[in-house]
């Protein structure tokens, strides 16, 4: 079975960081676009960010923009997204998911293979 390993979750305070990592099990990454998600508890998961195979990240929630970065190392065949200056709203369950297409979409519909999350709590 396809699937994402996402792992670096965690409890941390206000203002603390968090490095996400993202890694297949099983197959490699290849040329498709992976991005992360999210979802709050009683909310949709919301797509934040995605990044191409050739590095090129794209933003799609402002609230996350000059916070969270993603990255990626295709010889490691891991995605990364590395969380700065966290805040209590943005705990929630954090996926990571391969595109069907080497480009970037906000839209979970353009994913295939999903992790099952990884919990990250941000609370004093």
């Known amino acids: 079975q396809l699937q994402l390993v996402e792992s670096g979750g965690g409890l941390v305070q206000p203002g603390g960081s968090l490095r996400l990592s993202c890694a297949p099990s099983g197959f490699t990454l290849g040329y498709y676009a992976i991005g992360w998600f999210r979802q709050a508890p009683g909310k949709g998961r919301e797509g934040m960010l995605c990044?191409?195979?050739?590095?090129?990240?794209?933003y799609y929630r402002d609230a996350v923009k000059g916070r969270f970065t993603i990255s990626r190392d295709n010889a490691k065949n891991t995605v990364y997204l590395q969380m700065n200056n966290l805040k209590p709203e943005d705990t929630a369950v954090y996926y990571c998911a391969r595109s069907s297409y080497n480009y970037c979409s906000g839209a979970s519909g353009a994913y295939n293979t999903w992790g099952q999350g990884t919990q990250v709590t941000v609370s004093s």
């Open positions: 990044i191409n195979y050739s590095g090129r990240s794209t």
